[in-house]
């Protein structure tokens, strides 16, 4: 088993990364010493899969569980879903010493951690991503909200969960558009931060495809490594936490624009990143050599790195990007790379660069 510590103090938390750790759940559970009574949040897909032998094991060591379980889908991330687990929560007389397991993708990590820093001002909660974009990504830093009809997770919390456990048996289950999503989460990762992730990448794509296990095993243990090292510095993005939001802005805006219907979040960050990148070389000299490894391995992952907009679309694109959470003074702020491996946070970009961008993006094939 591998494992990486978040280093938050008091706040400190393990991700556990091997195959098989749902069977242990309610074991690792027991050792946070956490109230007896817990709610387990998951969606329609993934309670076919997971939650009995979820249940099974908190039952097993003691614990008194329930089962929520919210739509399949970004739809889920409504406030409507929220007051349902509250009212759900509450019938079941979730106490503050009970808990929450958030089982699921980034979706149901994202409103479970929400209802759990909301509910009676906070309970504790323990992540269990089933997805590859949820172990890499969202499970881990504390980031938890939901969607507003103006824009995606403008209402949320920081709050850290107390255990995050990582099984990665679940991408057996997980389909494969699913999976080609998350990578689009981890390629970043290599983009920001780690230039020798990026190379893994571009020469082992095939077998990570194949989803070999040792291969597997590295990408997210490496992923999650980066997340933590940021989160640590960085807990509540006030300044480097920013360069997780790398292709996000306009990926983001992709979302909000196509109601969180047509793509996938790690589908619409691909293109986000790739017009990052070219944005990146007009403005901060990213090397053409860069902006076109860093296609290519999207393509390579089997993820979009061009997009068509109608001019109606294009305009509510840049609209949306202004209701993003890193917009500063009415000024949109980027992350941009200087290099692969090397990024800086905080940077303006006016609307006519990310025009230009986004005419590349919509001339280039995927081929």
Not at 44 to 60: D, F, I
Not at 78 to 85: A, G, M, Q, Y
Request: glycine residues 8%; proline residues 3%; charged residues 20%.
């Amino acid at each position: 088993m591998r494992s990486v510590k978040v280093s938050l103090g008091t706040r400190s938390y393990e991700i556990k990364i091997d195959s098989g750790l749902l069977a242990g759940l309610g074991p690792d559970c027991a050792t946070l010493k956490l109230g007896q009574k817990c709610a387990v949040i998951t969606d329609t897909n993934v309670a076919q899969r997971y939650a009995k032998p979820a249940l099974t094991s908190l039952k097993r060591a003691g614990f008194e569980a329930v089962l929520i379980t919210v739509p399949a889908g970004e739809t889920a991330k409504r406030l409507k879903h929220v007051e349902s687990c509250f009212n759900q929560l509450a019938e079941h007389r979730l106490e503050r010493k009970s808990f929450i397991v958030a089982l699921g993708g980034g979706v149901v990590g994202d409103l479970a951690g929400f209802v759990a820093a909301s509910y009676l001002r906070g309970i504790p909660f323990v992540q269990v991503p089933t997805t590859l974009l949820a172990q890499v990504d969202s499970s881990v830093g504390g980031k938890t909200g939901v969607n507003l009809a103006a824009g995606k997770n403008l209402v949320g919390a920081f709050y850290q969960p107390r255990l995050v456990l990582c099984d990665l048996a679940s991408f057996r289950t997980l389909p494969e558009r699913e999976f080609r999503a998350g990578l689009a989460e981890v390629i970043k990762y290599g983009i920001i931060y780690d230039a020798e992730l990026f190379a893994f990448l571009e020469r082992d794509m095939a077998k990570i495809l194949r989803r070999d296990a040792p291969s597997l095993a590295h990408i997210v243990a490496r992923s999650c490594e980066i997340k933590a090292d940021v989160v640590s510095q960085d807990e509540t993005e006030g300044g480097l936490r920013a360069i997780l939001n790398y292709g996000h802005t306009i990926g983001h805006a992709i979302e909000a624009i196509t109601a969180y219907g047509r793509y996938l979040h790690g589908e619409a960050i691909s293109v986000g990143q790739v017009a990052a990148s070219l944005i990146s070389a007009e403005l901060l000299g990213l090397p053409a050599q860069d902006v076109e490894r860093i296609r290519t391995l999207f393509i390579a992952a089997g993820l979009p790195v061009s997009i068509r907009l109608t001019s109606t679309q294009r305009s509510k694109l840049l609209a949306a990007m202004t209701l993003d959470k890193k917009v500063s003074a009415g000024e949109i702020m980027f992350v941009l790379a200087e290099r692969i491996g090397k990024v800086i946070w905080g940077q303006k970009v006016p609307s006519a660069a990310v025009n230009r961008a986004l005419d590349l993006v919509a001339q280039r094939t995927e081929h």
